[in-house]
């Protein structure tokens, strides 16, 4: 039999949060964290979580489990629950909503200060603009992210500041930026971040690093802006 | 757009506060070297190599450079500490006055150690 342990919290009636135990069993299978929250919806129709796409690409399903944040549909028991106990939170220091369902205001909010689009005033030639293999290279391990927030919300300085720091997500996409070939607004966008706040608390303690479910590196992409950052100030 | 445009802590803006926090983290353990160096390699060491050392003016000016690299370093770091812990969000408006007190009274202590710090050296 497997425990789960799930924070549960409806605004409308509950005063405060507390956790629901439930029992689930899972016939010996390596089930995935989402499967055992369907299961246990199934059961019992109030128990809120996001879904989609329940294969690792939406970013919906991002949550704490059992003390590290990820995504459902992607962890397996087997590594969420060893010793058959899982417990499911949501993601640290955002606003919940209901159950596991957080307010993302904030996040976007950061995300689309750094402007998350290409921008370039050349005209536009007929068929595309080209890049070479190489400057196509750059754009690895930054325009994977799915923006599921489990690294800005296991970063301490994000749970401080989350109206000010941009967060490991949005420096990610920020850098993606910046280091395309096509963009011409990279002196703009670092202008936009020279203040102590939106890079600059980050401490490098790489919580987001170890958290992130499709395996980037927010911490490496903040380094170059902070280094693209003085390049331009000295 | 609502970038931050607060003040900045201690430089120019948020690449100048971490490399200035950098370049006298740099200060700081050369100082600290040499100190510690001096203690142990000197000959004879005691008050009277002691105060030779202090009596130098570039031993002075080291050590004011040293001082103020405290300062520097302890503002922007602790500056960053205040507004990480007291902020408006966790602790609604009385945050921005309590924040205010401890900036000014942080400011205070440095003004002060600085002084204090200068008759010290020059005052030997
Ligand atoms: S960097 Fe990783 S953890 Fe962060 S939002 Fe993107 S995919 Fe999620
Ligand atoms: S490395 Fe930076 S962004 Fe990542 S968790 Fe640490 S402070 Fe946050
Ligand atoms: S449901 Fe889409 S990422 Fe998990």
Redesign the interface.
Known sequence: MLKVSIYRYNPETDKAPYMQDYELDTQGKDLMVLDVLELLKAEDATLSFRRSCREGVCGSDGMNISGRNGLACTTPLSEAAPKNKLVLRPLPGMPVIRDLVVDMELFYEQY??I?PYLQNDTPAPAIERLQSPQEREKLDGLYECILCACCSTACP?YW?????FIGPAGLLQSYRFLADSRDLATDERLS??????????CHSIQNCVNVCPKGLNPTRAIGHI?NM??T??? | MVVVRTVTSFGRSGTFDWLYQRVTAVVLIAYLLFIVGFIFLAKDFGYQAWSELFAQRWMRVFSLVALLSVIIHAWIGLWSVVTDYITNRVMGGKATALRLFVETALAAIAVLYTVWGIEILWGV
Do not use: Q, T, Y
Not at chain 1, 193 to 201: E, G, I, K, M, T
């Open positions: 689309k200060k402007e300085s401080w500041n989350p109206d000010k936009n971040l020279d203040d102590p706040f939106s890079v600059f608390r902070r950052l003085l331009r100030a000295v």
